[in-house]
């Protein structure tokens, strides 16, 4: 067998690892919102076989396989070890390959390519910096990657997480790019970006990439060379809690775990820990591995803004009564859940972590 | 007008799909049968239903309903084409009248929700699939399903009080009545229920509810094989206790469990007994007692669950157990065919040998667990689903296995329904029986638009 066919075949069983049970109809939060069997995992999967056996490929099956936010529910919950999300992003990436891609894929792939983010954005990505800038080390033990969400639509966050950060070993990279993620998930190559920044965090001679984004994370961990570790800067600000003179606030939040670092990764108690240091935690109704998705991942936010929406809203009835804030830790999560409901003040964990030193 | 108009003039274009990825997700379910829809609509009220049965009924376009797609016969799979009714979206818990004992529901109400919401008063809908979580209540009426729990509280027959049915001309139909009995008129209720969408689409049901038991406590019975484990059945039903579920799960059940969820942790043996007890505090100690000392002599061991998570985690992972017999080799899959039959309780052991020799002769491994109490027994096979010889032998072992309930006196199917996949057996099941069926499906549907092909009518 060749090695095409080899990876053909694992391809195949992968999409036939799914004997249709339906359990993921519980739990997709884009079923929920939509309720044609097409926008679920079974759909989804369904859709990868026929294209497989040579399906014509049309804009409700982009559609299918582009509203998954890749939060993996499906998968946590299959019962027969069936990874939708995995094969959602293989069938995406083949589709790419054979250049059937929606007008939003196409327009992201452009942004990244052209401006080195997904925002289009053309702005210096470290204008929060200021005059820190001398804060930039040329070698370091640690590189905190930024993100192209928090440079550009958080800045606050991210001058607050580098002040934090910066009394550590820890500094930026000359030239951040995009780390890949919003390429990788709808489907395409992202290894030019991926070796700029690969390059960079050599030369710091950094041994470990802390990230306050759950797509960041995620793609560093996956994507990149097993070169470094990496961290979520909840792990990070959890380790290094005593040396934070933190203190306790009265208030009460609520947290939402981001499926990126959640339940791909299980970062849980790493959050839970900070915010206990903190203050009250009143949890939400789904929490955890069985934690609802925002609905803003897999590119979903940017290409259909509307059902990222009401998955947000779904998301945002799950608040307790009595919390001050929704935490989250991850930039995206954050965007999508304060559209969710506006009265409710959505903040990054280190947003909390800053109250607290004040 | 065109057809696809008419149907937007009853639902609304958001409510009908003629997409082929679409239709390609409507022509399947959980089994092996497989069929095109021409359109899949998505009705939101008994009116809609009625007005697109109508329609297809005057242009004898076949009409097939869906729940949520979790059959394992095929029964949901429109197999002559013509239109999908998938009718998940109504699903509204409609009155939860706990005084008289009854909740009323839309059809698409999944039945954990339901659960769910009357976990609250403290009662429960007993029939108890594991699909629990996915399947609607449509479905679960129209295949008469049932579960882990039926030995003690029965099927769906015996929870459906009334039912709206949508007939196949369009009138609309009320089959029982509000009271907990009636015997006016022939029991359309009970024809309903079954039916698997041949003879109406039920629209609405008035289901009975049953208190929560005060206590529940989980049995756990090794033994060295299946035959000796359904002998402990045999022995423990006859001596008089009605446990509220009794499940076997084989060594390879027992390996997928534990592939699923390492807590559970269960012991490596030939078989394992699953009983519950349910009822006040001191009937459950005893029930327990009594089935510890029934199998003593047969089992290598017999515990109780420590705590309750305990046994809600066994349960949980029970339920699913079917499924997950596919994680135990990557390039394996979990097929369901010939996979619910049922036996007269004392013909368990021998079929269980039955089955062992099945799988011999086909040289497949077949896994064994289900409700074993009411003699259903699951069996599962996974195979290499890439390689057609496989699945030759998975369709004659599964073959056999139909063959070998009907002449033990059981049946093909004690619970997942016939659908597309076991009608080619209902005349050697049913004998005569099957003519008087298909006179009631041409008085009912004389144009059979109602799920053409099903249940051997
Ligand atoms: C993992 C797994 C475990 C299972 N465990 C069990 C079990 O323990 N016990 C059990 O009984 N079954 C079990 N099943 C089988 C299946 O889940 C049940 O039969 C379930 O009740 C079907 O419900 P559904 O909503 O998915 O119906 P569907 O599969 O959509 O339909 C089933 C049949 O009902 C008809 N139908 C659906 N809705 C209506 C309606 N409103 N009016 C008229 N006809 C209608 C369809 O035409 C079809 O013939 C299991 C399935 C899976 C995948
Ligand atoms: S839960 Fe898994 S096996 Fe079941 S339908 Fe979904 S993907 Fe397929
Ligand atoms: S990953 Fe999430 S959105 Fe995508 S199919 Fe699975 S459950 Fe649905």
């Known amino acids: ?358 | 007008m065109k057809y696809i108009e008419k149907l937007h003039e009853i639902v609304g274009k958001n409510r009908v799909s003629t997409s082929s990825p679409e239709l390609y997700c409507y022509s399947c379910d959980a089994s092996q049968i497989k069929g095109m829809p021409d359109y899949v609509v998505r009705p939101d009220s008994t009116e809609q239903v009625s007005k697109i049965v109508q329609f297809a009924n005057k242009h004898k376009i076949p009409v097939t309903s869906r729940g949520a797609g979790t059959g394992l016969a095929g029964g949901a799979v429109p197999i002559s084409g013509g239109i999908v009714l998938d009718l998940s979206s109504m699903n509204r818990i409609l009155d939860v009248d706990i005084e008289n004992l009854q909740v009323a529901v839309e059809p698409g109400v999944v039945h954990a929700k339901l659960n769910e919401k009357l976990k609250y008063h403290g009662f429960f809908f007993p029939p108890d699939p594991g699909s629990s979580a996915m399947c609607t209540i449509g479905g679960l009426i129209a295949n008469n399903g049932s579960g882990m729990r039926s030995v003690k509280y029965g099927t769906s027959s015996r929870y459906a009080l009334d039912l709206e049915v949508v007939m196949a001309d369009g009138t609309v139909i009320n089959t029982g009545s509000k009271t907990l009995k009636t015997v006016a008129g022939y029991n359309l209720t009970g024809l309903m229920v079954g039916s698997e969408g041949t003879l109406g689409i039920i629209t609405k049901a008035v289901l009975k509810v049953a208190p929560l038991p005060k206590a529940r406590t989980v049995i756990l019975a090794s033994f060295e094989n299946p035959e000796l484990a359904g002998e402990g059945v045999v022995k423990t039903l006859s001596s008089g206790i009605v446990p509220s579920a009794c499940e076997i799960l084989d060594k390879t059940a027992i390996e997928a469990l534990n592939a699923f969820d390492p807590n559970l942790n269960l012991p490596d043996v030939g078989a394992i007994l699953m009983f519950e007890v349910d009822g006040t505090g001191g009937a459950v100690e005893e029930g327990a007692k009594l089935i510890e000392s029934s199998c003593s002599s047969l089992a290598t061991n017999v515990k109780s669950a420590s705590t309750k998570q305990e046994s809600e985690e066994l349960w949980r992972a029970r339920r699913l157990v079917g499924a997950a017999i596919s994680r135990l080799d990557p390039n394996r899959t979990r097929v369901y065919v010939g996979e619910d039959v049922g036996v007269p309780i004392k013909e368990i052991p021998k079929m269980l040998k039955k089955v062992r020799e099945i799988s011999e002769e086909f040289n497949i491994p077949i896994m064994t667990y289900g409700h074993i109490g009411d003699g259903n027994l699951h069996t599962g096979m996974a195979i290499d689903v890439l390689d057609d010889s496989q699945w030759d032998s998975l369709n004659k072992a599964g073959d056999k296995i139909h063959r070998t309930a009907i002449e033990l006196g059981g049946t093909v199917s004690a619970e997942h329904g016939i659908g597309g996949a076991r009608s080619k057996y209902m005349e050697l099941e049913l004998g005569p029986a099957l003519d008087v069926m298909l006179n009631i499906k041409n008085a009912l549907d004389p144009n059979n638009i109602l799920n053409p092909g099903k249940l051997g009518v």
């Open chain 1, 1 to 358: 067998m060749t090695e095409s066919e080899d990876k053909s075949d694992s391809y195949l069983r992968s999409i036939l690892k799914c004997v249709r049970c339906g359990t993921c109809r519980s739990v997709c939060p884009v079923f929920d919102e939509l309720g044609w069997e097409s926008s679920g995992a079974r759909g989804r999967m369904l859709i990868a076989h026929a294209l497989s056996q040579g399906m014509d490929v049309d804009s409700d099956v982009l559609n299918s396989l582009n509203t998954c936010t890749t939060c993996g529910l499906c998968e946590q919950n299959c019962p027969s070890g069936a990874k939708p999300p995995d094969v959602i992003e293989d069938t995406r990436r083949q589709l790419v390959l054979k250049n059937k891609m929606t007008d939003k894929q196409a327009e992201l792939r452009e942004n990244v390519t052209k401006y080195g983010n997904p925002l289009a954005e053309t702005s210096d990505r470290y204008s929060w910096l200021g005059q820190e800038s001398a804060d930039i080390k040329s070698h370091a033990e640690y590189v905190f990657f930024v993100g192209c969400l928090e440079s550009y639509r958080y800045p606050e966050v991210a001058k607050t997480t580098f002040d934090i950060l910066k009394k550590f070993d820890v500094t930026l990279l000359p030239n951040e790019h995009c780390c890949g993620s919003p390429l990788i998930r709808t489907g395409f190559e992202a290894d030019d970006v991926t070796e700029e920044n690969v390059e960079q965090i050599r030369k710091i001679g950094a041994h470990t990439v802390i990230t306050g984004c759950a797509g960041c994370y995620t793609t560093f961990k996956n994507d990149y060379p097993d070169e470094f570790n990496v961290k979520h800067v909840s792990e990070f600000l959890a380790d290094h809690i005593d040396e934070l003179d933190l203190n306790p606030l009265d208030i009460t939040v609520t947290y939402h775990d981001p499926c990126h670092i959640g339940r791909k990764h299980g970062i849980y108690e790493a959050p839970r820990k900070v915010i206990k240091a903190i203050c009250n935690l009143k949890e939400m109704n789904s929490i955890r591995e069985s934690a609802r998705c925002c609905g803003g991942g897999g590119g979903v936010l940017s290409g259909y803004p509307e059902l990222s929406h009401s998955i947000a809203e779904t998301r945002m009835a799950e608040v307790p009564e009595g919390v001050d804030y929704v935490v989250t830790s991850c930039p995206m999560c954050r965007r999508n859940l304060s559209r969710g409901n506006k009265n409710i003040p959505v903040i990054d964990l280190v947003e909390l972590v800053a109250l607290a030193i004040k």
